[in-house]
């Protein structure tokens, strides 16, 4: 079965410096894609970044890049030159195989930025 | 930028009644899907639909749930009698396109999510 596992509850980090959000999980499909999303207080969730299982480079959207390690099933999110309002909870999801379109969630890491 | 939209923001019901959940899809899009979140929980996925019916369901997604895309714009997640447990942010998304033997990089954009409570 899928599985996602984010072992980190809570990061701090101060502003401007960049932090790394850990994301492994665990498939048997040869092809799937990873997804991370951000839920700001208010609850919305927001699209950051995807990777394709097969995708030979690292994704990489402004300020945000996926660390993506195959071999050892992580595909973790780095947050570049923090701003206060990255302070969230940040979900890794994975969507995987050819019979399904289900997000299939971790349990989130709430990030808080300090000045 | 084309959004999902989700009505009521809040809803707030006592146990046994029926709610509807209102999703409008991003235009272009044809997959939809239901998820929730109980508070301080993860995220789970509850059904999706494509071409008028559904095309997966969780083991959630009991004989309570129903969906329905009435006409052409919107989505609905029905719970018939509510139960406290079903108190959850519940979130619709869609992609324009789903699995078709390979994995598209569509990706599933959220609405805003309704907030359930049951009392």
């Known amino acids: 079965a899928q599985k996602i596992t984010q072992t980190q509850p809570g990061m701090f980090v101060q502003e401007k410096e960049a932090v790394t959000l850990d994301c492994t999980y665990d498939?048997?499909?040869?092809?799937?894609?990873l997804f991370w999303y951000k839920q700001p207080s208010s609850g919305e969730m927001i699209f950051l970044i995807y990777q394709g299982s097969y995708d030979q480079q690292n994704a990489t959207e402004g300020r945000y890049s996926l660390n993506f390690q195959k071999a050892r099933k992580s595909a973790n999110l780095v947050i570049s030159a923090s701003q206060l309002g990255d302070s969230a909870m940040y979900f890794c999801?994975?969507?995987?195989?050819?019979?399904?379109?289900?997000?299939?969630f971790g349990t989130g890491t709430r990030l808080q930025v300090f000045p | 930028e084309p959004e999902v939209t989700q009505t009521p923001s809040h809803q707030v019901t006592q146990m046994g009644q029926e709610v509807i959940l209102r999703c409008v899809p991003i235009s272009n899009h044809l997959y939809f899907y239901w998820y929730r979140q109980i508070l301080g929980q993860k995220v789970e996925f509850l059904v999706s639909f494509y071409n008028n019916e559904i095309s997966e369901k969780s083991e959630i997604f009991d004989d309570q749930f129903s969906v329905e895309r009435p006409d052409g714009s919107n989505f609905t997640l029905k719970i018939r009698s509510t139960k406290l447990e079903d108190s959850a942010m519940y979130f619709c998304?869609?992609?324009?396109?789903?699995?078709?033997?390979?994995?598209?990089?569509?990706?599933?954009?959220f609405g805003p999510g309704t907030r359930l409570l049951v009392l």
């Open positions: 999801a994975m969507r995987g195989n050819y019979n399904t379109d289900k997000l299939i």
């Open positions: 498939t048997s499909d040869p092809s799937y894609g």
């Open positions: 998304a869609s992609i324009q396109t789903g699995t078709s033997g390979s994995i598209p990089q569509e990706t599933q954009y």
